[in-house]
């Protein structure tokens, strides 16, 4: 049993774990160094940073989507490629099949592993209850609004109930008051649905608000550059954003932010 | 959403721009004194045209069989084929050359190989419409299975979709408004293809001959205002290939390509 047993590193009490891992594209300059990183189950961490620290691509070596150059990761105690059913990626568009309706649409990745019929039409239908769009069912991808495209996107990436979530800028694309409403609802969802997110954004107030670490990454090589605890509990209401103590938090990280910046 | 056409008496620019040509038509033939057989006037091509009317409807049913089992075959061909060589770079590579070469041939030189293989009559003037729709379709639906959005092929790939999924899933339903194109322009050439065919490798059989076919007899009995109609008859034929395209185009599409959504995009 032992002997035969696959290695279960005693690291592995977190769901991810980078150990200096770097990448870079071709004979290119690296585009990340160096990234040292463990987030456990239920974790919310932010990755904020300029354009081109790497953000993105750091997502992507997590999903597994593009093999690291350096290092190692882990997810779930797998490399990233085998954890793929795990992790799910949620891009910076939504990135939805023009030709299938909403429905259909969340039911994909179901659809693909294989599972049944009837289970995946009740699962479409807690997920679009879930971000609130049981209504729009029926409809195609072009009938709805860029709120409510990702929110289908969202709700087709926790179909198959991943245990970390991976978002790009998910929201970037929106106008900040569909934004603030599509946070909470994101952390409604999490009270309900517990994953645990890597959620890269621009915006600091975005970052503040979500997640409970704030990971800021400097360019040049992409490397982090400092990790800001945030104490606020779950679940959190929208007042928050009013406290005190939230701008004092959100102040730090907008120093922290400045620091990074050439 | 083109309004144009739901504007309420929107015929009335083509209904006189057609009255305007019409007009010019008569005024050059009386002004010039054109001899009928040289120029006939509308309405003698109107009346010739139902005079002949049964020879007429005979060859255009020959011609438009002709047409539509070239063009059957050249989209079910050419989709089979594009499917083939999208699922491999290597095979693409290999043949892409050589399909283009196909279509660089001049139809004009194909047409009596095809008689001399199959024969004056169908067969042949069916190779002919083939070899004239193949090639937009096959390049519009090759076109088609390769431009996969990136970020879609990812999401398939984070789905641990096989490669039979992500054809079936992504890339066929993706390449339907690229595969559609082909099939119009093809659509557009499979009358004109038969018709050739017909006037390279047609014949005459138990009085009944194609639109081509026609055009050689009328010509030589110096039948110029039925030749003439004979033209309209073509178009005609044509118009009904691309209405029976545009509305597959329309039943395939309708719901949710932007072609058809009214969204520009």
């Known amino acids: 049993m032992l002997a035969g047993a696959p290695m279960v590193s005693l690291r592995s009490s977190s769901l991810v774990r980078l150990d200096r891992v770097g990448k870079s594209f071709g004979n290119g300059p690296p585009v990340l160094a160096g990234i040292d990183l463990a987030a456990a189950a239920g974790d919310f961490v932010a990755f904020l940073g300029p354009s081109g620290c790497g953000k ?12 690291a150059t350096a290092g190692e990761i882990e997810v779930a105690g797998r490399p990233p490629e085998q954890a793929r059913g795990e992790s799910f990626l949620v891009f910076q568009d939504p990135n939805l099949l023009p030709w299938r309706r909403v429905a259909a649409n969340v039911e994909l990745p179901l659809e693909l592993r294989g599972e049944a019929r009837a289970g995946r039409r009740e699962r479409v239908r807690q997920m679009l209850d879930l971000v609130g769009l049981h209504d729009a069912a029926d409809r195609f991808p072009w009938q709805l609004s860029g709120g409510m495209r990702m929110r289908v996107s969202i709700a087709r990436a926790l179909s198959v109930a991943p245990r970390l979530l991976l978002l790009d800028e998910p929201f970037g694309a929106l106008d900040e008051i569909t934004r603030d409403r599509l946070n909470e609802d994101l952390l409604a969802i999490r009270q309900h649905d517990p994953f645990t997110a890597f959620f890269v954004t621009h915006s600091v107030a975005e970052a503040v608000f979500l997640s409970n670490r704030i990971v800021v990454l400097a360019p040049n090589p992409g490397r982090i550059a400092a990790e800001i605890p945030v104490p606020f509990p779950y679940p959190r209401l929208p ?3 009013e406290a005190p103590s939230y701008l004092a938090v959100l102040a730090d990280v907008a120093k922290a932010l400045r620091a990074v910046l050439p | 959403m083109n309004g144009m056409s739901r504007r309420p008496l929107s015929w009335i620019p ?3 721009a057609g009255a305007l040509l019409l007009s010019l038509w008569y005024g050059v033939k009386r002004l010039f004194l054109i001899p009928s ?3 006939p006037a509308p309405d003698e091509i109107i009346a010739a045209g139902w005079h002949e009317r049964h020879t007429l409807l ?33 095979l693409k590579r290999s043949f892409y ?25 169908l067969p042949a003037i069916v190779a002919v419409t083939f070899m004239i729709c193949f090639f937009p379709v096959v390049a519009n639906t090759t076109m088609g299975f390769i431009s996969v959005d990136r970020n879609l092929r990812e999401l398939f ?13 992504l890339r066929v339903p993706g390449a339907m408004p690229y595969f559609l194109t082909g099939m119009k322009i093809a659509a557009t050439l499979a009358p004109i293809g038969a018709i050739t065919g017909d006037f390279l490798a047609g014949s005459q059989q138990n009085g009944v001959a194609g639109i081509g076919f026609m055009t050689i007899v009328y010509f030589s009995q110096l039948k110029i205002p039925a030749l003439f109609a004979t033209g ?6 044509g118009f009904i290939f691309v209405g029976g395209v545009n509305l597959l185009h329309w039943l395939v599409l309708r719901r949710w390509h932007d072609s058809m959504t009214g969204r520009d995009s």
């Not at chain 2, 059957?72 to 594009?82: D, H, I, N, Q, Y």
């Not at chain 2, 050359?97 to 009559?121: C, E, N, S």
């Open chain 2, 37 to 39: 057989f040289v120029l």
């Open chain 1, 56 to 67: 993105s691509t750091l997502l992507r070596l997590i999903a597994g989507l593009t093999p």
């Open chain 2, 232 to 237: 309209l008859v073509a178009c005609l034929l």
């Open chain 2, 157 to 169: 790939v984070m789905c641990r979709a096989s490669r039979w999924q992500e054809i079936v899933h």
């Open chain 2, 58 to 90: 005979a060859s255009v049913l020959v011609t438009g069989r002709g047409a539509l089992l070239g063009f059957l075959a050249a989209v079910g061909v050419g989709f089979l084929l594009s499917f083939v060589m999208a699922l491999s770079q290597p």
């Open chain 2, 97 to 121: 050359p050589y399909i283009l070469m196909l279509q660089m041939t001049p139809v004009i030189i194909l047409a009596p190989i095809f008689v001399l293989w199959l024969g004056q009559g």
């Open chain 2, 14 to 16: 083509p209904a006189a």
């Open chain 1, 239 to 241: 007042e928050l954003r």
